[in-house]
């Protein structure tokens, strides 16, 4: 499958303070306008038309992205994942080591 990706900073989506995950890709509470389930379309990500990424992408683009400057994170917009817990289960982010 082949994805287009794009890079933001938080302050690129108009955030100059930062902000919340929820903000920025909505959560699975998100609502549309007749009040129906409509999981991760609230945050500013879907305001301009961005989609969520494959869970998968993350270390595909990871193995791509050869002259990843030290000390560079990537964080890839993506569902949660659930722990088997019930907890969110959280990847580390794609840095170069």
Do not use: W
């Not at 900073?9 to 007749?34: K, N, P, Y």
């Amino acid at each position: 499958m082949k994805v287009d990706t794009v890079a933001f900073r938080v302050v690129d989506l108009g955030f100059a303070e930062g902000a919340l995950t929820r903000e920025i890709i909505g959560s699975d509470r998100d609502r549309d306008l007749f009040g129906h389930s409509a999981p991760f379309t609230g945050g500013r990500a879907n305001q301009l038309g961005l989609k969520l990424c494959p869970p998968d992408l993350a270390p595909h683009l990871r193995l791509q992205y050869n002259d990843q400057p030290r000390g560079e994170r990537l964080y890839v917009a993506m569902k949660p994942i659930t722990a088997s817990d019930g907890g969110a289960a959280y990847f580390r982010s794609c840095e170069h080591f």
